[in-house]
């Protein structure tokens, strides 16, 4: 089992940059592939980005493609998401997540906030 703690969020204005981190502790980290996913007020919950466990291999919603950037650290059990040139429609709760296989995500992180004003 791993649990998960999500930091970084804050408020900031468009065109602004914000970093996530997502630290991980019990079981290896390097054993779960991991994601970050957001909810807005009133919407349902959506895919961000993911990255395999080793980190070679990502993804990315069409929404964020080319603005945010999912990493990984093992070695310091944390991934991030880089997130650049933020939007109003950007606003939400992030999620980072953590599975063992390729299908269902299995453990999830409480959220933070992230405010991006027009």
């Known amino acids: 089992q791993v649990q998960l703690v999500e930091s970084g969020g804050g408020l900031v204005q468009a065109g602004g940059s914000l970093r996530l981190s997502c630290a991980a502790s019990g079981r290896t980290f390097s054993y779960y592939g991991m994601g970050w996913f957001r909810q807005a007020p009133g919407k349902e919950r959506e895919f961000v980005a993911s990255?395999?466990?080793?980190?070679?291999?990502?993804a990315y919603a069409d929404s964020v493609k080319g603005r945010f950037t999912i990493s990984r650290a093992n070695a310091k059990n944390t991934m991030y998401l880089q997130m650049n040139n933020l939007k109003p429609e950007d606003t939400a709760v992030y999620h980072c997540?953590?599975?063992?296989?390729?299908?269902?995500?299995?453990?999830w992180g409480q959220g933070t906030q992230v405010t991006v004003s027009s």
């Open positions: 997540a953590a599975r063992v296989g390729g299908g269902v995500w299995d453990y």
């Open positions: 990255i395999t466990r080793g980190g070679a291999v990502t």
